[in-house]
């Protein structure tokens, strides 16, 4: 069965929205993800950098990521302070959204109930998106704004209502406002148009409105980077070192970008730029394939990070649904029996990520981490802790520290690593330096002593710095820095 869309008497139809179906593959993976928020107790790394840039140190924007995620994450503290699963609420919703707006993709395009199905599994069985969907970081809320963006594309093209674009620039200044990359995206887009059609979409002055709405909304955290020296720039050279060790370079970022698809979004995905750039049907689309294989290329070449491509994969699994779905009317039956087993293949390697996810984010690491940090500073002399502040060299060991300060009785931590960098640096009266990290070099030529204290783990230690024989404008920009290792 079909419907018409209203106001759009030239639009071709489309089939019903698979409602009840797809809404039941989203809410089976909010339980899912509600549950593993709930379990374990401990919060991700980056999710306690969210919470102490939002509780703390809230500003139009930071050194490493838009101020989207930290605000969200100040709300959810404000309304449930100390709760990890209430954290983790809006990015439980949008990763249910994800799969939502995933299968209206595939609907637009012409997807029947199975095919919006399908690609809902698809979208609900990512890897990336199954291990982190439940944390509160900016990457876990950029897929369902760029599946927004694509599926009000799409949805353009096919019914030609110009206030789609209006709501287009909206989304794209949340999404910056949330993470960068959806600027590059943005641009691939109109090139991808420019080249491939519909060239009349550029000429549309909605489309100019729409881009100034996202020029606005994105103003204020663009502001922020040029007024620091556009430090978010500079990530480029960090991103590609983490690459190189954490993934094995540019073969291992495109594997993973690949795979993350997971096992159904994968192929789907793999079958569904196929379509897109060569299907007759698909040829107003044609420009969203091509985006995607520069998105993909650029990503490689530029050495991203694996979860980079996670907006992409609901789109091209609804193209590689739509392609299953041609095959099927058109009588092909061969490689049928294959495509639910798959998926059940595919369900099972989500569960698996899904799984390990709290123990990703076990909080016993962190624990160990504060309680020796809180030993080594209730040994001090009163008099000298009131002098003395707890500093990571990573942000991920100030984060720890600021996450579990109240419980540890150690005061506000302090870094010159990351967004930490740029919040205000110790006070006048502050002469010492309990420090966390791999070494203290960092700190050498600024204190007249800098001995070892304590250990944590295998290849970190404690160390205290006295005797401070510059000031705080001195230091602070020497220790700013934006690699973590």
Known sequence: MTTTIANAPSAATVPRFARLPVLIVAGVVGIAHLVAAGL??????????????????????????????????????????????????????????????AALIARE???????QVLTAGAQATTLWVTLAGHWLTPYTLEPVQ?????????????????????VLGAVAGVAAETKFQVLALCVVLALSVLAAGPRELL?????????????????????????????????????????????????????????????AGTVLSLYGVARLLGA???RPYRFLGIA??????????????????????????????????????????????????????????????????????????GRAIADATAAAYRALPAAQRERTVV????????????????????????????????????????????????????LQPFFGDVRRVGDIGADAGLWLATGRHASWPVIWPQLRTLSVG
Do not use: K
């Open 146 to 166: 760029w599946l927004l963006l694509f599926w009000l594309l799409v949805r353009w093209v096919r019914v030609r209502d110009d206030r789609l674009l209006l």
């Open 40 to 101: 374990g107790g401990g919060y991700w790394f980056d999710e306690l950098l969210m919470l102490v840039i939002g509780r703390d140190h809230l500003d139009f924007g930071s050194a490493d990521q838009p101020p989207v995620a930290p605000l969200l994450a100040a709300l959810m503290d404000a309304i449930a302070p100390g709760s990890v699963v209430a954290l983790r609420v809006p990015a439980v919703l949008a990763t249910v959204a994800a799969v939502v707006v």
């Open 109 to 115: 395009l012409g997807g029947d109930r199975r095919a």
């Open 280 to 282: 007759t049907e698909l």
């Open 203 to 263: 000429r549309r002055p909605m489309l100019g409105a729409g881009a100034g709405v996202a020029a606005l909304l994105a103003a204020p955290t663009l502001i922020w980077q040029g007024v620091h020296g556009w430090p978010q720039l500079q990530m480029g050279a960090i991103v590609v070192a983490e690459a190189d060790s954490l993934y094995g370079g540019r073969w291992g970022v495109a594997v993973c970008m690949l795979v993350g698809a997971g096992v």
């Open 391 to 442: 500093m990571g060299q990573s942000y991920i060991y100030a984060a720890i520290i600021d996450g579990r300060a109240t419980e540890f009785g150690l005061p506000p931590a302090y870094s010159g690593n990351r967004s930490y960098g740029y919040f205000t640096p110790p006070a006048p009266d502050i002469d010492s330096v309990l420090w966390i990290g791999h070494d203290a070099a960092g």
């Open 292 to 365: 995607s294989v520069v998105m993909f290329v650029f990503f490689v070449v530029a050495v991203g990070r694996p979860y980079y491509l996670g907006g992409l994969y609901g789109l091209l699994a609804a193209a590689g649904a739509l392609g299953l779905q041609r095959r099927r009317e058109a009588g092909h039956r061969r490689g049928r029996w294959v495509v639910w087993p798959a998926y059940l293949v595919s369900v099972a390697a989500a569960a698996g990520m899904l799984v390990i996810s709290p123990s990703v984010a076990s909080p016993e690491p």
